[in-house]
């Protein structure tokens, strides 16, 4: 792990020190790309160190995990969600600070504008109406809108950048827990049974009581019962639900087009529970 880690680490420093210039021809903000760029090599490097002081006590901890791991293969992917999570957590850090960082733009740009055009934004009555603004008012609102607007190509780089690992990261994730549903589910009992010849269960049975009929016949008084007996198909018909933190999780299309509108998504990888 410790060597996986380095290696995301490394590829991570030279991601970044590529964002250094011009990227792909891109004309960015000197000053602010500098800022940035010593933040976030800050935060590499302050991660790479926490990972050498615990590398020694992860390495006394392969031998229990290695030994939870025979419990079978969808406690192993989850093992491995979870390590990817851990080995990509400074990456999700980069992530919300520039998604903070795009969402403070797009909304300030966005109220900045409707000042230029003379407009502003009633609360108490939820809509955009006229508004008429000293000229001092308006000198300030274009000088901060085209400070914001010259910021944006550079916010909006790193932006790109950090969203598509968070949203490659979620993806792994999102397909590792597929499949420990699909795991979770496999009628294993079933399947069993079948191999040793054994059709019957009781799990795959269902009786129902219909009807009972009370009376006396030939001097013997008694009851006599209807059931209604309906086979089940061998594979469960339990759903499976979406839960994180009493939120839905978000698909993957829905994840994407969140990541679009620059709403921070928190949730590091998703989760479920069953009803």
Request: proline content about 4%; charged content about 15%.
């Amino acid at each position: 792990m410790f060597l996986i880690s380095q290696t995301v680490v490394y590829y991570l420093r030279g991601l970044l020190t590529s964002l250094r210039g011009s990227p792909a021809g891109l004309k960015l903000n000197v000053q602010l790309n500098h800022f940035l760029l010593k933040c976030f090599i800050y935060h590499v490097d302050l991660w790479a160190t926490f990972l050498e002081i615990v590398s020694p006590a992860i390495h006394y901890l392969f031998l229990p995990l290695s030994i939870l791991g025979l419990c079978g293969l969808s406690f192993q992917l989850a093992l491995l969600s979870d390590l990817l999570v851990l080995i990509t957590l400074h990456a999700h850090c980069f992530y919300i600070y520039a998604a903070v960082l795009y969402r403070l733009e797009i909304v300030g740009i966005g109220a900045l504008w409707r000042v230029v055009l003379g407009r502003r934004k009633n609360i108490l009555k939820n809509r955009v109406e006229s508004f008429d603004y000293k000229n001092s008012q308006l000198y300030l609102a274009t000088l901060f809108f085209a400070s914001l607007l010259f910021l944006l190509p550079t916010v909006l780089v790193y932006y790109v950048v950090f969203a598509t690992l968070r949203f490659g990261t979620y993806c792994i994730t999102y397909i590792l827990l597929i499949i420990r549903r699909r795991i979770l589910h496999l009628p294993v009992d079933t399947i069993m049974r079948w191999l040793l010849g054994v059709y019957i269960s009781p799990d795959n049975v269902e009786v129902k009581l219909m009807d009972v009929n009370r009376g006396q016949v030939n001097d013997f008084a008694g009851s006599i019962s209807a059931i209604f007996i309906k086979p089940l198909p061998s594979w469960p018909s339990n759903t499976m639900t979406d839960v994180q933190n009493g939120d839905s999780v978000y698909s993957i299309n829905q994840f994407f087009i969140r990541l679009i509108k620059g709403q921070l998504m928190g949730s590091i990888q998703p989760k479920y529970s069953t009803t």
